[in-house]
């Protein structure tokens, strides 16, 4: 096969999170006189960093955030995270018959991510490869991260595979020249979504992570 790599995204892709997460952002940007919905940010913001999603308000609103907006945010979050936050179905599965190794590369923070990961099991299956956008000067849709995960992992660019639920993700993944996997079985993603995904050039769109192994089979070979 010729993938040396295997890189996941966390939100949508390993947990269930995106629902929250965008009802999570929307009361807080509302509540400080940026009215929006959790489905307004969905198709806006899902798969960037909250840097980036901070900017584009503010340059709107004509007026910086609340320099606490990012600890509101989170602490709205992660109560949530704490409640209600699942791994995403079969996940765990999908991993146990995975060969290569694998990391993470997400949008979110390293602290959000030890309490996701934490709370559904899957911390201990990557850490430490485990890798943020605050470590890199562009997140999605910008190939940095990826390209920063790869090279932590020494692993060159064109023998890793992204798996991805978000179009910025997908456009990050083809930017830094690796093949992606869209995935759209999170219980964020409506119909029509996994369209999305391919239209953005995800190589192979799938919606059960019980296919994922067998996909990187698959799409391994037809890339040798």
Do not use: W
Not at 4 to 27: N, P, Q, Y
Not at 65 to 92: G, K, M, N, S, W
Not at 97 to 109: H, K
Not at 147 to 170: H, T, Y
Request: charged share 20%; proline share 5%.
């Amino acid at each position: 096969m010729n993938f040396d790599l295997i890189i996941f995204d966390c939100d949508g892709v390993l947990v269930d999170s995106e629902v929250i997460s965008c009802r999570a952002h929307a009361e807080t940007l509302t509540r400080h006189g940026y009215p929006i919905t959790s489905e307004q940010v969905f198709h806006r913001f899902l798969g960037r960093s909250t840097k980036q999603a901070n900017s584009e308000v503010e340059a709107e609103l004509g007026r910086p955030l609340p320099d606490d907006f990012h600890l509101q945010l989170q602490d709205t979050l992660y109560r949530t995270f704490e409640a209600d936050l699942e791994a995403v179905p079969h996940i765990h599965e999908a991993l146990d018959a995975i060969t290569q190794p694998v990391c993470v590369a997400s949008s979110g923070s390293h602290q959000r991510m030890q309490i996701s990961l934490g709370r559904t099991r899957l911390y201990g299956r990557f850490a430490p490869n485990i890798f943020s956008a605050s470590q890199v000067d562009n997140g999605k849709p910008a190939p940095d991260l990826f390209l920063f995960a790869a090279k932590q992992m020494n692993v060159a660019p064109v023998r890793c595979l992204v798996i991805e639920d978000s179009v910025a993700g997908i456009a990050a993944a083809v930017a830094a020249n690796m093949p992606v996997l869209g995935f759209h079985g999170g219980s964020h993603c409506r119909e029509g979504y996994g369209k999305r995904l391919y239209g953005a050039g995800a190589a192979v769109i799938f919606d059960d992570m019980r296919q994922l192994p067998e996909l990187i089979v698959r799409l391994g070979r037809a890339t040798e």
